[in-house]
């Protein structure tokens, strides 16, 4: 029953693509891309954006991409976005209704990651519905280019749902399982079907799609299933998850198409985390890096792959000689401005001040704390992540400098909404009452003291010298107990 209304909404996916293909497109000048959008109740005191970049940007959740707000003319939200590359990525966002959810961003995906290409004139006819939970939306394309975005949200709709469970006894006896197995060949078929109206990289790029989707899925049962084995049964397992992987997942394509492929990027950034717990026991940044380095990929490959690493994970403990390393080791453009961005934001350079509310909603400057050795603790209402740094690791080191006046511990929520921000320090999960508690007020995620210094997951942590320079920037380090006793004993 499920495989028969997969089938029926794929239909009326592309039977909606071919009355669509009848209708004229807007015709698009050279290196642009022109989006109209229309939203199901929406009006002009809406307000949508547009974030768009390559694949390797959406990969890394580089917090920096072009962002455009549409215009709204005669019920249609306009975009018409200058580009130069051939192809990449675009999302769609609008302000979030149900305020009192979600962290301090303040706004909802509507339109996740579509794939462009030079000169696509498109237009989405979305009907959107915001519930507590999250957005559920239904989208039809028209115009340049939308047998690729049509197709596109179809492989979705096939893939939606994995047909089997990846359990410990299915991985220990096959050495790794595929959630979408029984899925992808019905895709692969599907795409094959409608070949013939695609480009050959639009083929190859929603081929790749298809063969590498939701890494998450496929790597995440793995890596906890490893994490539990012995060094021998680890040894096994390598052996046993080697063979099946290359007959399953080693496809031939050119690396040009893997470079622009989201889903690629993002699976292999899984890939290498759940190997690298198979190998160490652990996850081991190095490992990863040099693995990535030494790989048989092509070098824009390697480079995109490392650009995600330190975008996505914490950085190792000495992380500005590795980050001057991997600076000097990619050429490709969106890795090197992703690298060097880090690299400005995480060097040893002069902390970004901050005007922040505290509890009584008086204006907290950072000036106030000069001379002092600072630690910054950045978190949001809900983030679990942020609970188990307090818990494990940040109350114990506050209770051990807790008569020392050289060193402060600020609490910063970045939870848009004061209420919920309150909440948060009244469960005891993520501070304590007798901390320094301060948060970004209505800007939330989007308040300087976040974009400036590259805060783009929670929890993060920064520790600051008495002269007001960072000493170490979301370094692993930051985030164990003994390790950050050590570090603010060394500089206080």
Request: no cysteine; net charge neutral.
């Given at each position: 029953m499920q495989m028969k209304a997969r089938k029926n909404y794929i239909f009326l996916l592309v039977a909606v693509w071919l009355s669509a293909t009848l209708l004229s497109a807007e015709a698009v000048p050279k290196n642009q891309i022109k989006v109209l959008i229309k939203l199901a109740g929406a009006t002009a005191k809406d307000e949508l954006k547009l974030k768009v970049g390559s694949a390797t940007l959406f990969a890394a959740e580089y917090p920096y991409r072009q962002e455009y707000k549409a215009t709204f003319d005669s019920g249609l939200f306009r975009f018409e976005i200058p580009v130069t590359s051939a192809s990449g990525y675009f999302s769609v966002s609008k302000a979030r209704t149900f305020t009192d959810t979600g962290a301090g961003a303040g706004t909802a995906m509507i339109i996740s990651q579509q794939i462009w290409r030079n000169g696509d004139s498109i237009f989405i006819n979305a009907s959107v519905r915001e519930t507590y939970a999250g957005i559920n939306g239904h989208y039809t394309f028209q115009g340049l280019g939308a047998l690729r975005y049509t197709l596109n949200a179809s492989i979705d709709s096939i893939l939606f749902l994995p047909t089997q469970e990846s359990s410990s006894d299915l991985i220990a006896k096959h050495g790794i399982v595929d959630p979408y197995e029984v899925l992808r060949p019905i895709a692969r078929a599907f795409l094959d079907n409608h070949k013939g109206g695609l480009s050959q990289q639009d083929w190859e790029i929603l081929r790749i799609k298809i063969d590498f989707f939701n890494g998450n899925s496929v790597f995440v049962p793995l890596k906890n299933y490893w994490q539990g084995l012995s060094v021998t049964e680890r040894s096994n397992a390598i052996k046993k998850y080697q063979s099946v992987y290359k007959e399953r997942f080693n496809k031939q394509y050119t690396a040009s198409g893997l470079l622009q492929s989201l889903d690629y990027l993002k699976f292999i950034?899984?890939?290498?985390?759940?190997?690298?717990?198979?190998?160490n026991g652990r996850f081991d940044f190095m490992w990863i890096y040099n693995s990535i380095k030494s790989s048989d990929q092509a070098q824009s490959l390697k480079d995109a792959c490392i650009a995600v690493l330190f975008s996505r994970y914490r950085l190792p403990v000495d992380a500005n000689t590795t980050l001057d390393d991997a600076i000097s080791f990619v050429s490709e453009n969106d890795a090197s401005v992703i690298l060097r961005r880090i690299?400005?934001?995480?060097?040893?350079?002069?902390?970004?001040?901050?005007?922040?509310?505290?509890?009584?909603?008086?204006?907290?400057?950072?000036?106030?704390?000069?001379?002092?050795?600072?630690?910054?603790?950045?978190?949001?209402?809900g983030c679990g992540g942020c609970k188990l740094f307090y818990e494990t690791a940040l109350k114990y080191v506050e209770e051990k400098f807790a008569h020392d006046s050289s060193v402060v511990f600020l609490s910063i929520g970045a939870d848009r909404w004061r209420k919920r921000w309150i909440d948060g320090i009244g469960t005891g999960f993520y501070t304590s009452n007798d901390a320094i508690n301060l948060y970004t007020g209505p800007k939330g995620?989007?308040?300087?003291?976040i974009s400036d210094n590259f805060i783009k997951s929670f929890p993060t942590v920064i520790l600051v010298n008495k002269d007001g320079y960072i000493f170490k920037h979301n370094t692993q380090d930051l985030y164990h107990k003994d390790s950050l006793i050590v570090l603010i004993e060394k500089i206080k």
């Open positions: 950034r899984y890939r290498y985390a759940a190997e690298s717990i198979l190998v690299k400005e934001a995480t060097g040893k350079k002069l902390f970004t001040g901050f005007e922040l509310f505290d509890i009584n909603n008086n204006v907290v400057s950072y000036a106030d704390f000069k001379g002092k050795t600072v630690l910054l603790d950045f978190w949001t209402n995620e989007a308040h300087p003291v």
